[in-house]
């Protein structure tokens, strides 16, 4: 595939996570691109958070990705795609909301208000509350438990240590305001992909197929995989997505 290939990493990752999935599409032939996102101020969680995480906002991922799209399309002379997990996922959506990419996949993506269950909604608005009375920490840090519950469920448990200390301190405003985007899905005109996990205890499959379902008013396909979780780019059989996706990006641009 010529398209070059914009890989957008989730909530207190970086773009370490795409390395199986980058390998993949570079033995293809692809450039793929999988930037961190505010690496100055992300640290790892063997130290203190940095400071600079109170003042760091979802806007400013979106800047920096929008210009991250641009200087790829001009240094390679053609508009990327995008694959986005889970916050990822949402800022894919924006992405291809502004017409910054030429196709847009989102795995188990950060869900707008409206494909929300009501567990999902109150602690979204817990979360807005506590920002708005300023009660919450600047920096959020995921706890190992709840990852192995929500996150790792279908990761091995070898892998687990690995790709917990592989993991960042977030920006909590950042968090809340991801939750908080507009999304018009009138506004996309680009082929795009739907992906939901069923065993993802994070992002409930039921709530993505919702959002699927918006998404196919405009022709958005959509695809459910039933073995895997949160975690699905590093799972057990992650090369079954990666090459399903790949073939969808790959027909969507046609390359």
């Known amino acids: 595939m010529r398209t070059p290939v914009l890989m957008i990493h989730g909530m207190c ?129 995921p706890r190992r438990l709840q990852m192995n519950v929500l996150a790792f469920n279908v990761l091995p448990a070898a892998q687990r240590e690995a790709a917990y200390a592989a993991m960042v301190y977030e920006s909590q405003p950042a968090f809340t305001g991801i939750a908080h985007l507009p999304l018009d899905v009138a506004k996309i005109r680009v082929p795009v992909l739907t992906v939901a996990a069923s065993r993802d205890k994070l992002v409930p499959a039921n709530a993505v197929r919702e959002l699927a379902e918006k998404y196919a008013a405009i022709g958005g396909a959509f695809r459910e995989y039933a073995e895997h979780g949160h975690w699905l780019y590093e799972e057990p059989g992650w090369q079954k997505p990666a090459a399903e996706i790949y073939a969808w990006l790959r027909a969507a641009t046609r390359d």
Not at 16 to 28: D, I, L, T, Y
Not at 37 to 48: H, N
């Open 13 to 141: 990752c970086t773009g370490q996570v795409w390395h199986g999935f980058r390998g993949f599409f570079e033995a293809r032939g692809t450039r793929v691109f999988a930037p961190t996102l505010r690496p100055e101020f992300r640290t790892c969680l063997s130290g203190p958070s940095h400071a600079g995480l109170a003042d760091l906002h979802v806007r400013d991922y979106v800047s920096d990705l929008v210009s991250e799209a641009a200087r790829i399309q001009a240094e390679t002379g053609l508009k990327p795609a995008v694959i986005g997990h889970s916050m990822g996922g949402r800022l894919a959506q924006v992405l291809a909301e502004r017409d910054c990419v030429s196709a847009a996949a989102w795995i188990s993506p950060a869900l707008p208000a409206g494909c929300r269950d009501l567990t999902t909604h109150a602690f979204w608005l817990g979360m807005r509350i506590a920002d708005t009375l300023r009660v919450a920490p600047a920096a959020l840090k």
